[in-house]
């Protein structure tokens, strides 16, 4: 896959998929307000219902002024998706009961879900993400990393069917590269393992926060995509981009040098994903090498950014709780 995806006169594509965490009305709207003003459209994820578990924060649809606001922000351009229909254990009978209120209030179903944290009724996920050696190796470092079932008939969280039918594409590796197209070119691909219940997968640039943000997303960086016609889906959690009171200002010169260059495509994560599909004309199937490389390449990220580099999620909310 090249660049012969994009617009003629286009060079590059930068987008976002911004994680629902600790995403509050008063901390997305300068954030989403200053998109908007730049011109930059990305994939804001929601939930249905308000978290149930203590580990979680956010606002949620049954909130009608976020609610509101969510709605303001698909009129404007941005894309909805879905990160589970709340934060915890939710049943097959309230999973599908969240998905219709998602379409009542939103108009539609979301094309895109990705997964939560330890939510059980995730599809494919925990150390079913990777192949072996990997899924061993995660069963006895992580052994909490293992019960999700939203993809096995018979668990009370069952819902692999509504999300085969429903979601079109879910978020599943992240790399330290912002081109995607220099480690993951399949994407969006599909995976023979997990064809029974899901559709397309993709991956995206690890940033999950402003500190891995700023530090990804520097003007070599960018300059760099540009040059190489490059694809790139950052995933990253808007919540925190207020956390000093002010909009972080890496993401702000980030985003303003992005849209300086003016030859980039900023469209939702669905958008640009359709793009890719439409240039290669044929599905892509991630074969077993290549998912091993990206599963190495996958927790390598992981592993530099929690024990080496020390700025992931766990250590910024050790400053900004």
């Given at each position: ?45 929601v ?25 303001d922000?698909k009129r ?28 009542d ?34 069963r ?15 668990s ?9 039918r ?5 978020r ?12 993951n ?33 520097t ?17 990253t ?18 985003i ?60 910024f909310?050790r400053v900004?709780?």
């Amino acid at each position: 896959m090249t660049a012969t995806a994009l617009p003629a006169n286009k060079r590059f594509a930068f987008t976002i998929v911004d994680d629902t965490d600790d995403t509050f009305l008063e901390n997305i709207r300068p954030v989403y307000d200053f998109l908007t003003e730049q011109r930059v459209f990305i994939t804001k994820t929601v939930w249905v219902y308000p978290p149930r578990d203590a580990a979680s924060r956010g606002d949620s649809l049954q909130n009608r002024e976020y609610l509101n606001y969510v709605l303001d922000l698909k009129r404007r351009g941005f894309e909805i998706a879905l990160h589970n229909v709340g934060s915890g254990h939710y049943t097959r009978a309230e999973i599908l009961a969240g998905l219709e209120e998602y379409r009542d209030l939103l108009g539609e179903y979301p094309k895109i879900h990705i997964n939560h944290s330890y939510n059980p009724d995730n599809i494919y996920s925990g150390n079913k993400r990777f192949g072996f050696p990997f899924n061993r190796i995660l069963r006895v470092l992580y052994p909490r990393y293992r019960d999700f079932s939203g993809e096995e008939e018979g668990s009370p969280y069952f819902w692999g069917d509504a999300h085969k039918r429903i979601i079109r594409f879910n978020r599943n590796y992240e790399f330290d590269e912002i081109n995607l197209l220099k480690v993951n070119p399949e994407s969006p691909y599909r995976d023979r393992r997990y064809l029974r219940y899901s559709n397309y997968w993709f991956s995206a640039a690890f940033a999950p926060n402003p500190w891995c943000f700023d530090r990804l997303f520097t003007r070599p960086a960018i300059d760099r995509l540009e040059r190489e016609g490059g694809i790139c889906i950052a995933y990253t959690h808007l919540g925190y981009y207020t956390r000093t009171g002010e909009l972080d200002r890496g993401f702000v010169e980030a985003i303003r040098y992005l849209v300086s260059k003016g030859t980039g495509l900023f469209v939702p994560v669905s958008d640009l994903l359709e793009l890719l599909l439409k240039a290669r004309g044929s599905d892509c199937y991630l074969g077993p090498a290549r998912k091993l490389k990206l599963e190495f390449l996958h927790l390598l990220t992981r592993a530099k950014y929690r024990y080496v580099r020390r700025i992931d999620d766990r250590a910024f909310k050790r400053v900004y709780p």
